[in-house]
Every structure is written in structure tokens, then in C-alpha cells.
């Protein structure tokens, strides 16, 4: 009799291992896959940060060439062509504004 649970000891000492080597090898691979996750989350994040670098010095080159072209109207055109090119230059700027402003919302 003493044998026999001897033996059925062993035996669940051998599935007892066997599930921890299971476990572990679970835990190795989702290690594994967090550590990839990881690394395609900073590559994403790099590539975010190079976009906006992009898109900020779009906007301000072309806020840039606003300034100018109101410098521009401001000395050298009449009050009529102030007016027609004043009102489609302030949409454009406005519209440069808004987009900077969603910009700056989309990536915090």
C-alpha cells in the first residue's frame, strides 16, 4: 500500500511540473509578445512626433506667407483689390489657424 502512493505521488509531481513548464512557457511568450507591442508602439510614437514636425513646419511656412502677402496688400494695392484680396486671405489664415488647432488636439 505504501508503494502505491508513493507512486501516485510521483505521478502528480509529474503533472504538477509539467503544468508549471506549461505556465512558464506561456508566460515566456507573452513576455515575448508585450516586448514586440512595445517596440511597435515607440516606432508608431516616432513616427507621430516626425509627422507633426512635418505638418508644425508646414504651418508656419505658410503662415509665414500670409504675413507676406498682407505686408503686400497693406503697400501696394488699392482700397478695392485691399478688400476683395483682405477677405479671401483672412479665410485662408483662418483656415491655417484651425488646422494648426486640430493639430495640436489630435496629438497630446
Not at 37 to 48: F, G
Amino acid at each position: 500500500m505504501n508503494i502505491h502512493v508513493h507512486i501516485h505521488h510521483v505521478a502528480n509531481e509529474g503533472r504538477v511540473l509539467h503544468k508549471l513548464n506549461s505556465i512558464m512557457a506561456s508566460v515566456q511568450e507573452l513576455t515575448e509578445q508585450i516586448s514586440e507591442l512595445d517596440q511597435k508602439v515607440i516606432a508608431l510614437q516616432s513616427s507621430i512626433d516626425s509627422e507633426q514636425e512635418q505638418v508644425t513646419s508646414a504651418i508656419d511656412a505658410l503662415k509665414a506667407e500670409v504675413d507676406a502677402l498682407t505686408n503686400q496688400l497693406a503697400t501696394g494695392a488699392t482700397p478695392e483689390q485691399v478688400a476683395a484680396l483682405a477677405a479671401t486671405l483672412a479665410t485662408v489664415a483662418l483656415n491655417l489657424e484651425l488646422a494648426k488647432t486640430d493639430l495640436e488636439g489630435t496629438i497630446q
